[in-house]
């Protein structure tokens, strides 16, 4: 069983002083001009649903101009079982609501409304810093569980303590070591539930990869010098061992950088094509083929651990793909999970795929 977004109410939300959307429950493509508020729409999708945007983390961003406060509020259903979800943001913090209850924390929107995001920005996942890598790996992690989120966060704020330490020299005493030590008992926690998802997620990957281009091989690895290549026979205990004996090794660079400069918040994600890094070695169209099967990889493993179906979200990307590719996505739109597109050109599309979409003129909100 899995949610379905219904209705979108916009309110001084970023363009829009007041919109109200309707989708379909298969497919449902946003057009209008470039920079006329279609991302916008997707980036309130993101925040009902994930607790994040990705655009901006600054919350005063999203409210219209002149405005000091701003609302989106998603209704979605169930066989039945209806969920509301709003978001006020006033003074540059935000409040959410989950069926007319407050919420504290994103926490408690992960898993209920999963959705996949592909953006342009996304085509850029094989070549981009190793941060968007891990970044991706780990905002799967936080919809598919609360738990996964919480270690996440708290580990972040353990290494910006602990870095709070190292700039101001206070690498000396009990207050260091109480803090290094909770780094690595997180961190361990963390890498083991990050690698166990990467496990869960490297063969659909793979999978999806041979689906778009099956004459090339796609390998993927996680990468941790730390912990000897995050050799998955380590126990909790070999890892914690290896996590100290890094952070010792470097104890000098620590001390010359100020920053904690081993751990999970480090480890990469690498892919390779034939034997060779995809990063230097492959064309951009086999790149952006890899940052594709990652989405689609992104959906069945929600749909297979969560046991929804993920909203899918394609933020003006069909203009960036090629044919071939934006054949193999359209297998996916509106079929394996509720699909909302946007795009300034619909000729993108093949026509028996618009005949089943809901359209929306972005122009007739404004």
């Not at 069983?1 to 449902?28: N, P, V």
């Not at 913090?93 to 342009?120: E, H, I, M, W």
């Not at 996680?222 to 290896?242: C, M, S």
Request: glycine letters at 6%; proline letters at 3%; hydrophobic letters at 40%.
């Amino acid at each position: 069983m899995s949610f379905l977004i219904e209705t979108l109410e916009l309110a001084h939300f970023r363009s829009y002083k007041q919109a109200a959307l309707r989708f379909g429950s298969d497919l449902t493509i946003i057009t209008g001009p470039n920079a006329s508020g279609k991302t916008n729409v997707v980036e309130a999708l993101q925040l009902l649903t994930q607790g994040v945007s990705f655009r901006t983390a600054n919350w005063r961003d999203l409210v219209f101009w002149g405005s000091d406060h701003a609302q989106a509020v998603l209704s979605a259903a169930d066989q039945g079982r209806e969920r509301t979800v709003k978001l006020d943001i006033e003074g540059g913090r935000r409040r959410y609501q989950v069926n007319d209850k407050a919420v504290r924390t994103s926490v408690a929107l992960a898993g209920a409304l999963p959705c996949v995001l592909f953006s342009p920005v996304d085509l850029r996942l094989v070549r981009d810093s190793a941060a968007q890598r891990r970044d991706e790996l780990d905002d799967l992690g936080a919809q598919i569980s609360g738990g996964y989120l919480r270690l996440r966060q708290e580990y972040k704020k353990i290494v910006q303590q602990r870095n709070r330490l190292l700039k101001d020299e206070q690498w000396d005493g009990p207050v260091y070591e109480a803090w290094t030590e909770r780094l690595v008992e997180v961190g361990v926690a963390f890498v083991q539930r990050r690698l166990a998802l990467f496990r869960q997620l490297c063969p659909v990957l793979i999978a999806a990869y041979r689906g778009i281009d099956p004459d090339c091989q796609l390998e993927v690895n996680y990468v941790a010098d730390w912990a000897g290549g995050a050799d998955p026979h380590l126990d909790t205990e070999a890892y914690a061992e290896a996590f100290f004996s890094a952070l010792d090794n470097d104890r000098e660079v620590e001390r010359t950088r100020h920053t904690t400069t081993v751990g999970p918040h480090h480890d990469d994600l690498v892919f390779t094509l034939g034997g060779q890094g995809a990063r230097s070695f492959a064309s951009q169209g086999q790149q952006r083929s890899i940052a594709l099967a990652v989405k689609i990889a992104e959906i069945d493993v929600i749909t297979a651990l969560c046991g929804t179906r993920p909203l899918l979200l394609l933020d003006d990307v069909m203009s960036e793909l090629d044919e071939s590719r934006r054949a193999a996505l359209a297998e996916y739109v509106g079929t394996v999970a509720q699909t909302v597109i946007t795009t300034a050109n619909i000729d993108y599309f093949r026509p028996e795929l618009l005949e089943r979409a809901t359209m929306i003129d972005i122009t007739e909100l404004v």
